[in-house]
């Protein structure tokens, strides 16, 4: 049970971010009881209806559904002309979204494994509906070179199927390391979401009062019971996972680089491109999980589990990796220099101040210096600057893929064959529908499923301990806890 | 609950008996510590068809209940190990032969020549092979430790019961099994009581 704070409003804790020397934050404010974190949250997915905001929210995602659907239809019934796509810029808007949301995923991963590994705590608030925005957010990466291959009803050509031309697809091409890199990832993630979700489900299935949610909940429970011998291999499958995810979310956006390195274009033939789109790819991730927990803590009523501190603990890893990829914006320049390669040379100066240099400054002040902000804690704490930086880095990501893609493309060796890009309706119809797909899905999963991990969060909360609260009963197990140790 | 009560003469003949069979008798903690306790003792009373069902993992019970580690690292491994394997394979002999074999269907490889580059190109395969290997070996991780914990599985005789609806909330149990050797209603009942159960409940077949 967490001391006296001296941040205590009206009794309630509302500000966690504060280091007291000697003892650990509390991860979950207000509640000291197991059963009231089942309640907070699971009586989003038990109420008759949700809040207002959420059917507003609904409808809108709905109608940027139906606007993806129109415009995927319309290009695959017309052909991928109606995109604004060209002779040396064959890939833009397309290949821009579908490596944002490749990124936007990682910080999913990031959070379950990664942070898993490193035995962070605050992942427990998160998580959830972390891995569920990877899920949504990797769904929303396949469509486009899904649609972009054309002829989309021979996209099976994309795996290695046995078909009457007795052709196979190139395995040396970054294109097919990629269906591998993003069609595992994907099933991985899937996978660990759902293992995650299982304990959950059976609380949801344990309590539903109505037929039809025992049964589905019940199906997908899969059975669970609690029994401490089956928690004992989900633990290690859990852990294994989290090894193996590990590896994978580092390697999904490396090979989504190969993409570009492997070329031989200038501009994008660069060895910094996999650490660096890794680092992009967190960073604007962490921005959609902040941009994601804001209004869900406000609209379900969950302050208590989604923290300031894990609010503050996030920005901080956007701060991280906004600096990274400053970083790697300066190194890109500084090689290009080096390099002494005229093309090479030329990609970049151009890059900064050719015809997309509205987009290039767009994606620097966005990416490299508002999040830089994040230095002072009264930002990072404020809830309204950080929901408004988190946009901001949203959009300069979706720029530096952008920049990175069209003005590699637009202006390479000769002259004679440069072009400019201009998006069409289908095109910006295509990127704006996406965003459908993922609100969508991502509100059907807030108001259905538990939107946090309620089995760990009761894992880190220090009831948990079972030396809490009783020095009597620890001199089994070595150190005794102290009665305010929140040692879990 | 009470539809389980009643036999039906479709179960089999060997498995029934006049009134409905006594599964387990489950007893409930409040706390992490004193179910960690309590299976301590369990233990040591020599109980082997016994668990111990909590809402989350409680830290030290797999040393309590001396549970045995799981071999499901092993299977992992190897089943990293086949998906590294699978991969090479596939892409050595799509790419780089013109061999037939029969995989389901007849195939045949296609050797491609691209840019000069060599047929067998190995470090072109290491992508594919990394993947494959994480795919192979997050697939046996999953659906390995769900066979080894019996699940998935539509009933079980626990989950017919009300008070151990708690189990996914914030009560914690030990269930001894009516199977097990040194099972006796009444002992196993008094035990229970006697190792800080707050309730002890039958839970019938």
Not at chain 2, 69 to 95: D, E, K, R
Request: glycine residues 8%.
């Amino acid at each position: 049970m967490s001391s006296i704070r001296s941040d205590q409003v009206g009794g309630r804790i509302v500000d966690n971010t504060e280091e007291v020397p000697g003892t650990r934050a509390p991860l979950v404010l207000n509640m000291d009881t197991f059963g009231q974190v089942t309640n907070a949250v699971s009586k989003v997915s038990e109420a008759g209806g949700a809040p207002i905001a959420w059917y507003i929210g609904f409808a809108g995602a709905l109608g940027l559904l139906g606007v993806l659907g129109f415009c995927v239809l319309y290009l695959i019934f017309t052909g991928v002309g109606v995109w604004g796509l060209n002779t040396p810029i064959a890939w833009a808007y397309d290949i821009t979204n579908f490596v944002f949301w490749v990124g936007i995923g990682h910080a999913g991963t990031l959070i379950s494994a990664i942070l898993f590994l490193f035995r962070q705590k605050w992942r427990t608030g998160i998580n959830r509906f972390a891995e569920a925005m990877t899920i949504f957010a990797v769904m929303c990466a396949g469509i486009f070179p899904g649609i972009h291959v054309g002829r989309v009803w021979v996209v099976y050509w994309l795996f290695p199927l046995p078909n009457q031309m007795e052709m196979w697809p190139q395995f040396r091409s970054p294109l097919l390391w990629d269906v591998f890199a993003v069609s595992t990832y994907f099933t991985v993630s899937l996978l660990f979401w759902y293992t995650g979700l299982i304990p959950d489900l059976a609380t949801l299935r344990d309590r539903a009062k109505g037929r039809l949610q025992q049964i589905g909940y019940g199906l997908f429970a899969l059975g669970w019971r609690g029994s401490n011998r089956h928690w004992h291999r989900y633990e290690r499958a859990y852990l294994l996972l989290a090894a193996l995810s590990t590896p994978l979310v580092l390697s999904v956006h490396s090979v989504v680089s190969f993409d570009f390195a492997v070329s031989q274009l200038p501009g994008w033939h660069t060895t910094i491109f996999p650490p660096y789109f890794v680092a992009g790819a967190i960073f604007s991730g962490f921005a959609m999980v902040v941009t994601l927990a804001v209004p869900a803590r406000e609209m379900f009523g969950l302050k208590n589990l989604i923290t300031l501190r894990h609010l503050d603990n996030m920005n901080k890893v956007i701060l991280l990796t906004g600096s990274m990829v400053g970083y790697a914006y300066a190194m890109e320049f500084f090689i290009a220099w080096y390099s002494g390669a005229i093309y090479e040379k030329f990609a970049f100066v151009n890059r900064a101040f050719g015809q997309y240099w509205w987009a290039y400054l767009l994606m620097v002040s966005c990416n490299v210096i508002t999040p830089q902000l994040f230095w002072f804690k009264a930002i990072r704490t404020s809830i309204p600057l950080m929901f408004f930086l988190s946009l901001v880095v949203n959009v300069g990501m979706w720029f530096e893929r952008f920049v990175i893609i069209v003005s590699s493309l637009a202006n390479d060796f000769l002259p004679s064959s440069w072009e400019f890009f201009t998006p069409t309706w289908v095109d910006i119809g295509t990127m704006a529908g996406a965003f459908g797909l993922f609100f969508t899905m991502f509100l059907l999963f807030c108001r259905f499923l538990p939107m946090i991990a309620m089995a760990e969060v009761k894992m880190v909360m220090p009831a948990a301990d079972p030396h809490h609260g009783d020095d009597a009963h620890g001199h089994d197990h070595g150190t005794a806890a102290t009665a305010t140790g929140d040692q879990s | 609950m009470t539809t389980f009560e009643t036999p039906t003469p479709t179960v089999d003949p060997a498995e029934t008996t006049e009134t409905p069979k006594l599964h387990a008798l489950i007893a409930e903690f409040e706390t992490p510590g004193e179910v960690l306790k309590a299976a301590e003792k369990v233990r040591e009373a020599g109980y082997r068809w016994w668990d111990c069902c909590t809402p989350f993992p409680v830290h030290g019970m797999d040393g309590a209940m001396g549970i045995k580690p799981t071999i499901l690292p092993v299977m992992v491994f190897f089943a990293g190990l086949a998906g590294l394997i699978s991969a090479f394979v596939l892409q050595a002999f799509t790419n780089s032969t013109g061999m037939s074999i029969w995989a389901l269907v007849w195939v045949t490889g296609y050797p491609y020549l691209i840019s000069g580059k060599p047929l067998l190109s190995i470090p072109a395969f290491i992508p594919v092979m990394f993947e494959l290997t994480i795919l192979f070996a997050a697939l046996t991780c999953v659906f390995g430790m769900f066979g080894m914990n019996g699940l998935p599985r539509l009933h079980h005789p626990l989950l017919a019961n009300d008070r151990f609806r708690r189990v996914t909330d914030d009560r914690f149990y030990i269930v001894i099994e009516a199977r097990d050797p040194k099972f006796f209603r009444s002992r196993t009942e008094a035990f229970l009581g006697s190792i800080g159960a707050v309730a002890v409940e039958e839970v019938q077949d």
